[in-house]
């Protein structure tokens, strides 16, 4: 253990929570032993004067520094300097000190004064019995060798504190800022408070000197209070923002739902406006920029509205917290914009009056009357997609076996961050005519141009703007692809380990794995602690029982053969021991820049030793898995694809069971129906889709249906049930104790809390070995509830992942 870092492991008894003296690491002890050694080699002939003790406190404090350990026992042991005459009753010299302090003695004999910062603060003197009630390394940790008197305790707590040699002209003093009056809620106590409430001020007085009592009047409604009021709230963003006084008008429309299309009601009361003063260059603000909002529409604070509740006017905001789709929800007043003349057309019409362009106007005129009942007819317009679309009937597991059914397969690609996934993919999708040379070319010149050529194959999949800025992958990509076997769906998965909850949702869509390594020097052995380990366990985790591994970027190290059975000797191990049957690993080396042995043998000379499969050869190896086809359907949501006007489709993989055109669906949590419109196997139109099949659905979906990634599309008749509350089978990768964690389950992420350990289990049997543990060591595999904050589809067989603090914290089958 290192002095500075906790490790659960050594700093934990998981079971009994003993709490043992805190011992010297090994690492401590040995750096204890050669300090010591060192310190007296340095002291030499003196070093007699000091006992081990003295030399191992000073070391420990000085953080096994020699030069200022020797410094310390040569004025405080070997050749201390001459004490001055104590003097009496010196008085403290920092407030911050309490006074009790201040009256400490140096003691006759040096003491070692155990005190803890916050004692020091808090005014508890240093105490013997205080020190005696430590361990000696407790004791010493905290202690103060060369403390003696108080500014001595001072001195040493602050001894390596930037700040603390501070010469004496160069002292700040620090003066409070002056108290502004104001009132509890930051109302105005008396107007001397801003410089905007001044100018309200001065400009009040100046309109009631001026105006008649009556207007006078309402002007001091409208700026007395500045602090409280939406009114002046918007004059101080005008006149703070002088231009975009109007785009903080418009944004502020916007925000509460009303369209600025549409005509707004009228003010009842309209006061009169000033122009304001631009506090920041005394310009005068323009009218129109002031916004003339009146008091009474003015928002309660957030102290108000504990009290008496939200006002009508944040009721109403709320209420218009949802969007219309653009065309199906336009307004009535809207539409009468279009069915009036325009106010070109009010021109045109005047100087078709006056004789000229007459048959322009008149034209003109006719559009405009013509657009009048389309427009009204708009409102009538309304695409119908609730109703139940017309089913074929079909028996979909006969048609299933009937069909020539070609092996189809989606694998997820991982691997640590840059290993060469996308670019390997992308390389592939060239070689197999999937992406033109074309695409490819245009690709690299748009990669050219801001410095990430190398990253344009990768670009193939990475199609976000940020992905390709960045040269990282942030969500899954998809792509298929076929060969004369099989169709395989890509589920290409960032390697950054802050997307680690998108690898997840690829993976619990994949049949196999095919994980990348980067085999370039130091690159294999750094991926390997970051996160080729934790995706490859995510993926055992996940329920994927096959993995093909791909030994990447072999052109960096001269194809070298030493290197690639390095790499598969160390990652076979891994794998078996994290639980992938030994026939289920393959081993292909690679390089997917160049493509070789992607979907051709290499070309390089140098990889003449290998004889094995290509890539493509081995995806082709990979047996299918069983398809549980006459289980209840279940297809979690992948992706939603709502088009404006139109349908809304969702894609994803079809875990379970089977379905065809007009099935009825049901979406869980949700509850609403759904009806399937189309369906889409691999990219072309199809009937019916069974399990293991990645689909895209169009629906139809009844009023009010909610539906986000992750929910469950099922079968009404055999629903999958909703819980808060679940019991998982976790193997622990951390420390599991009673915590907060999230938790994923394919597209799903909810928050959720470990509620409690209700038992560890053997390993092999799933034994219960122990009862309630306090927590559970990583590596354990253990039987753990789980609390969530809401109820979402769960049930028995579901892979779970929990994460925590960003790193993956536990894995398991939901029980
Ligand atoms: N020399 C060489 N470079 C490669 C090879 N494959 C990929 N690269 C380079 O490695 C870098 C990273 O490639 P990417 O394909 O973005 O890596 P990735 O694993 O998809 O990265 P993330 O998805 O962000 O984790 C790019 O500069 C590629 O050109 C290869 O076979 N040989």
């Avoid at 005068?284 to 108000?304: D, H, I, R, Y």
């Avoid at 989606?410 to 074309?438: E, Q, W």
């Amino acid at each position: 253990m290192s002095r500075h870092r906790m490790d659960y492991n050594d700093e934990l008894d998981y079971d009994e929570y003993d709490e043992e003296e805190e011992e010297l690491s090994p690492e401590d002890q040995a750096q204890m032993k050669q300090g010591t050694a060192d310190v007296r080699a340095a002291l030499s002939i003196q070093a007699s004067k000091v006992t081990d003790t003295q030399i191992q406190e000073a070391l420990w404090h000085y953080f096994y520094d020699v030069d200022k350990t020797v410094a310390y026992l040569v004025t405080k042991f070997i050749d201390p300097p001459k004490k001055a005459p104590p003097k009496a009753a010196e008085k403290p010299n920092s407030k911050f000190l309490p006074t009790r302090l201040g009256t400490l003695s140096a003691p006759a004999n040096p003491i070692i004064c155990v005190l803890d910062l916050e004692e020091l603060l808090l005014g508890h003197p240093p105490t013997q019995e205080h020190s005696s009630s430590l361990t000696p390394w407790q004791a010493t940790r905290f202690s103060f060798p060369l403390a003696t008197s108080q500014d001595d305790i001072i001195k040493e707590l602050f001894r390596d504190m930037p700040w603390g040699n501070i010469p004496q002209h160069r002292v700040a003093i620090l003066t409070p800022p002056p108290r502004r009056p104001g009132g509890l809620l930051g109302g105005s106590g008396a107007l001397k408070g801003s410089k905007l409430q001044q100018l309200a001020a001065a400009r009040r007085k100046k309109a009631e000197e001026s105006n008649a009592q009556g207007s006078a009047e309402q002007t001091r409604t409208e700026t007395s209070m500045p602090s409280t009021s939406e009114t002046s709230q918007g004059k101080e963003n005008t006149s703070l923002a002088g231009a975009f006084g109007k785009r903080l008008k418009i944004s502020e429309t916007v925000a509460e739902g009303r369209n600025p299309l549409v005509q707004q009601e009228p003010n009842r009361q309209e006061p009169a406006q000033q122009p304001l003063e631009d506090i920041t260059n005394g310009r005068q603000v323009p009218e129109e920029a002031a916004a003339p909002v009146s008091l009474e529409k003015a928002p309660a604070s957030g102290f108000a509205s504990t009290l008496f509740g939200d006002s009508p006017r944040t009721a109403k905001r709320k209420q218009l917290e949802f969007f219309a789709l653009p065309y199906t929800d336009i307004a009535p007043t809207a539409i009468d914009v279009f069915s009036k003349p325009s106010p070109d057309d009010v021109v045109l019409a005047a100087q078709a009056k006056a004789g000229k362009k007459a048959a322009a106007a008149n034209q003109k005129q006719k559009n405009a009357s013509a657009v009048g009942p389309v427009a009204g007819k708009l409102n009538e317009l309304k695409i119908d997609d609730t109703s139940k679309p017309a089913s074929k009937n079909l028996d979909v597991i006969s048609e299933f076996n009937k069909s020539d059914n070609k092996r189809a397969a989606s694998f997820v690609v991982v691997g640590h961050v840059d290993a060469g996934k996308s670019t390997m993919m992308g390389r592939l999708l060239l070689d197999l005519g999937v992406v033109s040379k074309h695409t490819v070319d245009r690709l690299r010149q748009e990669a050219e141009k801001i410095g990430k050529s190398s990253f344009h194959l990768a670009w193939v999949l990475d199609q976000r703007t940020e992905e390709r800025a960045r040269g990282v992958t942030i969500d899954i990509a998809t792509n298929r692809f076929e060969t004369d076997k099989a169709i395989f769906t890509i589920l290409d998965a960032p390697g950054h380990r802050d997307f680690i909850p998108n690898m997840i949702a690829g993976a619990s869509q994949a049949d196999f794995g095919l994980l990348v390594i980067d085999a370039g020097t130091g690159a294999f052995e750094s991926g390997l602690k970051g996160q080729t380990k934790e995706h490859a366990l995510l993926l055992r985790s996940m329920g994927v029982s096959r993995v093909v591994v791909a030994i990447n970027k072999l052109d960096t190290v001269g194809w070298s053969q030493e290197r690639f059975d390095e790499i598969r000797n160390q990652i076979s191990g891994f794998l078996t021991a994290t639980g992938f049957q030994a026939k289920n690993i393959a081993f292909v080396p690679v390089s997917g820049l160049h493509g070789d042995n992607l979907v051709k043998k290499p070309s390089d000379a140098a990889a003449s030793w290998y004889s094995g499969p290509t890539l493509v050869e081995e995806l082709e190896n990979s047996e299918p898995e069983a398809r549980a086809l006459t289980k209840p359907l279940r297809m979690s949501i992948g992706e939603i694809f709502r088009t404006p006007g139109a349908s809304t489709s969702v894609s994803g993989r079809l875990d379970a069971g089977s379905l065809q055109t007009g099935d009825t669906l049901l979406v869980q949590p949700g509850g609403g129906e759904a009806f399937i419109k189309s369906v889409e196997v691999n990219g072309e139109p199809a009937d019916w889709a069974v399990a293991g099949q990645s689909v895209v659905l169009g629906l139809n979906l009844a009023d009010q249906v909610e539906m986000r990634a992750g929910d469950i599309l099922c079968d009404p008749a055999q629903p999958i049930q909703c819980h808060d509350t679940f019991t998982l089978k976790a193997l622990a990768f951390d420390v599991l104790m009673p915590m907060q964690v999230d938790v994923h389950r394919g597209r799903l992420h909810a928050e959720g809390r470990i509620e409690a350990m209700t038992a560890i289990l053997d390993k092999m049997t799933g034994a219960v070995t122990k009862k309630k543990p306090r927590v559970v060591k990583p590596g354990t595999v253990a039987r753990v509830v789980i609390k969530l904050g809401a109820k979402v589809p769960l049930e028995a067989g579901q892979r779970v992942v929990l994460r925590s603090g960003g790193e993956t914290v536990a894995a398991g089958l939901l029980e």
